[in-house]
């Protein structure tokens, strides 16, 4: 199988999840599935079907969490230097509105836009791998082409 590329911080947050998941949440619906069942007749006990499909999602999340960590290819960004790469903290300029972005690259498992956390299989991060400070890429988007200018590319 793929391994799939992370860093140190997504990795740590991962298995936070998977031990949560594990010794809290896992045991606390197992109780509650307990509890239901004492209400009597499962076929219309709305609490126990609910109960059972929420192990079915923690269980199935658990799967998902143990086989990317079993598959992490941890890479600590601060090792790194030089051209855009993987864990690439970058700062560009949107080149049509002069609005700063920072983006730090990093694997599928653990990103999120929303707080700057690019996948590195995105067009964005496809189109900056590679490029220096100063360069500018143009990025195809749903709403057209959008160029930016790499201001800083840094390594933490």
Same mark, same amino acid.
């Given at each position: ?5 992370? &860093?140190?911080?997504?990795?740590? @947050?991962?298995? /936070?999840?998977?031990?949560? +998941? ?5 045991? @606390? ?10 209400? /009597?007749?499962?076929?219309?006990? @709305?609490?126990?079907? %609910?109960?059972?499909?929420?192990? %079915? ?8 969490? !143990? ?11 601060? &090792? +790194?230097? =030089?051209?855009? *790469?993987? =864990?690439?903290? $970058?700062?560009?300029?949107? !080149? ?5 972005? &920072? ?5 599928? #498992? !653990? #990103? ?8 590195? *299989?995105?067009? +964005? ?5 590679? *490029?220096?400070?100063?360069?500018? $890429?143009? $990025? ?10 790499? $201001? *800083?590319? %840094?390594?933490?």
């Amino acid at each position: 199988m793929e391994k799939i590329p992370m &860093t140190p911080k997504g990795l740590e @947050a991962m298995n /936070g999840e998977l031990k949560q +998941l594990k010794s809290v949440e896992r045991p @606390a619906i197992i109780k509650a599935i307990a509890e239901a069942r004492e209400h /009597g007749d499962l076929s219309e006990n @709305a609490e126990y079907h %609910s109960a059972k499909e929420k192990q %079915s999602f923690i269980e199935g999340r658990i799967k998902e969490l !143990e086989g990317s960590i079993s598959l992490a290819q941890v890479i600590d960004p601060a &090792t +790194l230097s =030089g051209a855009i *790469k993987f =864990g690439a903290t $970058v700062d560009l300029v949107d !080149e049509e509105t002069e609005e700063e972005k &920072t983006y730090m690259i990093v694997g599928e #498992a !653990e #990103a999120d836009i929303e707080k700057g956390l690019l996948n590195i *299989k995105s067009p +964005l991060a496809r189109a900056l791998i590679g *490029k220096e400070e100063g360069d500018s $890429v143009e $990025v195809r988007t749903p709403g057209g082409a959008k160029g930016f200018e790499i $201001v *800083k590319i %840094s390594y933490v």
